[in-house]
């Protein structure tokens, strides 16, 4: 019987049937599902997190990438190291800190996380409104703070900052809240003063300026010696006059950078695919979100703190 079905038509079904199993097999390897945490969703982390998984995706079809909203940099550079994302937007101190199992990380070293591109400066802000009779840190003794989400780096920040005036969080009521959560707690008079670490302007605290009257704190010189003498990555910034609505003057304060981290164990191929794609269309991400317009190829590799990723290095080497 079987001799009675031509040649031809076997030959047509087995390659029928290679054809199906290499097509799926090609699909099977080339889709890949990426994931970049980001933070909360009145930061800057979020938003353009999600420009850049546009721009990914569009650049490279076989990639799906999403955003995650998360507390941000601690809890993100945890969800790089357990493989539970592929890349993380953090802040660079929090980033080295991780790596080398220092400060808040003594003891779990996550010695595979990776760099990819420093991105643009995350400025200490501390917002209060323009009525509440505090002026300086020190002010903030014996107030309701928010002092960031829980996971956060500003959370970290504030520490540091309030250290170096001598305060702790037994000085302090501590709220943890996401920056929409301080910005509406102020606005409702439940909170007193929040810290933000975040480029500026910064969505939350705009909206909180176009309703109130705020007040931006300055982190001084003589702190700055202070904290710099413990924590290298604090460089100081100004926020310029009108950066907020009501605010007419100059705000000296302190600022740490962004950065895009990978882990070693994610795939060089798409890190070197969604590096190009991110750093070839930065016009593009500019147009998506304002701070995209801070960063640049040429600056991206200036005072990274992580080793290199395999497929970052091969896209700024070419
Ligand atoms: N740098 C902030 C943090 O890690 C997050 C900033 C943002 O969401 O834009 O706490």
Request: glycine share 8%; hydrophobic share 45%.
């Amino acid at each position: 019987m079987f001799k009675r079905i031509p040649h031809v038509f076997i030959v047509v079904v087995v390659l029928m049937f290679a054809l199906v199993a290499m097509s799926s097999f090609a699909f099977a390897q080339q889709r890949t599902f990426v994931t970049i945490a980001t933070g909360g969703l009145a930061g800057v982390y979020y938003p353009l997190g999600g420009g850049m998984a546009r721009i990914v995706s569009e650049q490279y079809p076989h990639l799906t990438v999403s955003v995650q909203s998360t507390g941000a940099s601690v809890a993100n550079v945890g969800l790089l190291d357990r493989g539970n994302v592929e890349f993380a937007l953090i802040q660079n101190d929090i980033g080295y800190y991780a790596a080398t199992g220092t400060e808040m990380f003594a003891g779990r070293a996550m010695p595979g996380l990776r760099g990819v591109a420093m991105l643009y400066p995350e400025t200490i802000q501390i917002v209060t409104l323009a009525g509440s009779g505090i002026e300086s840190v020190a002010d903030l003794a014996g107030k309701r703070v928010a002092v960031g989400a829980a996971g956060s780096g500003t959370e970290a920040n504030a520490r540091q900052i309030l250290a170096a005036h001598g305060l702790s969080y037994n000085d302090i009521r501590v709220d943890y809240l996401s920056f929409a959560e301080a910005a509406s707690n102020i606005r409702d008079r439940n909170v007193d003063a929040a810290f933000l670490t975040a480029g500026f302007p910064t969505a939350a605290v705009t909206d909180l300026a176009t309703s109130l009257n705020i007040r931006v704190i300055p982190v001084l010189d003589s702190a700055f010696s202070t904290l710099s003498a413990d924590y290298p990555f604090y460089t100081q910034v100004t926020i310029p006059a009108g950066t907020y609505r009501n605010i007419d003057e100059d705000v000296q304060t302190v600022a740490v950078m962004a950065m895009l981290a990978t882990h070693e164990n994610v795939n060089a191929d798409v890190v070197y695919q969604s590096t190009k794609a991110i750093f070839d269309n930065l016009a593009t991400l500019a147009s998506l979100h304002s701070a995209g317009g801070r960063i640049s190829k040429e600056a991206a590799q200036d005072g990274q703190p992580l080793e290199l990723h395999e497929g970052t290095a091969r896209y700024f080497n070419e």
